[in-house]
């Protein structure tokens, strides 16, 4: 460096260099509480640490704000790791963070409770937008560890229950800075492939900072946005992570999630069996019914058939002509018995039944009966009619009666 003077690129970029050569300053890690803290549409994040007494400006690379597991917001202490050197356009040394955590379990606590609000104040996790879980899933998806004992006791207790699903695992790492961008990949993977049922996400127990990629805001909304129902598997029985509210069921351990995704097989063959022998039942039932119901209209059907209508309509043929002709022989009796009766008073009134008692009748000579003897004069020819024949007279006088 020339000692006349220097420009002002040629003072920063020294003193640059002096910071950069600095083992301390090249890997520190600064505790402080954030303010002015601001996401960038690049990804970067830019915020300051302050204590009681000084504040220091830090930035944050998008790739290394993306391995983080949890959000940074205004007010947290946390602890920052990188590296300090100077912003040689603004002549400002700044910390460089390649790696942030909360200060103590107070300051996850705080921002657990934050992210907590606000995911509730936009409905999150309201049961309303809960999914059901599917009865008898033929794939389960697991988004876990492969080497813990989670996945060892979901492959366990769904094996003794529903030995019929198939359990596909997308290994993941659950804790750690690649913790939260492989959950959301595994959860992303299923729902773009649709080939399981059912997800189990989760880990087996730990401190607040072990489970904390599953209090990590991204975490929490895939978990909430999957189509596919989620499961939540996280710690055992105390441990509680935001992923248990966004998930459409929460377990209290592993197993209880496999459980929660699978139908109990022993029981499932008893209801089969009584489902079995209710069939049965009624199959009966139903083929006793139609079996009467067969016999009815074949009896009906036998009652109605042309050779069984015929033989009636014959027989009521038979019935019928007897009828009539008992009808006509009585009605032939009564008419024989009418025209007897009728013969007899007829003779009884016949002339000739009075010829036959010696009486006789006069006509004249046109034919007609001589009823009075006003009625013929002497000298009239007259014919006198007799049982057994006739004979012709003449009037030779007229008498009558006084």
Known sequence: MDTGFVTVSELNGYIKALFES????SGISVSGEISNIKYHSSGHLYLTLKDENATV???MFRSDVMRMNFRPENGMRVIASGRVSVYERGGQYQLYVSYMKPDGIGALYMALEKLKKKLLSEGLFDESKK?????YPKRIGVVTSPTGAVIRDIIRVSGRRFPMSEIVLFPVHVQGEYAVPEICAAIDYFNIEKNVDVLIVGRGGGSLEDLWAFNCEEVVRAVAKSTVPVISAVGHQ???TLTDLAADKS???????AELATPDGEELRASVTAREERMKILARRMLDSKRFYLDDRSNALELNSPKNRLLRSLALLDSKSEKLKNLINTKTADARLLLAKGTAR???LSPLAVLTRGFGFVEDSEGKTVSSI????VGDALKIIMKDGSADARVVSVRKDR
Do not use: Y
């Not at 999914?131 to 009865?135: E, S, T």
């Not at 006003?374 to 004069?377: A, G, L, P």
């Open 251 to 257: 377990a209290a351990t592993p197993s209880m999630a």
């Open 131 to 135: 999914k059901a879980i599917p009865a």
């Open 57 to 59: 400006n830090a930035v």
């Open 22 to 25: 600095d083992d301390v300053l």
């Open 374 to 377: 006003e009625n013929i004069s």
């Open 346 to 348: 007829l003779e009884a």
């Open 238 to 240: 105390t441990d509680f």
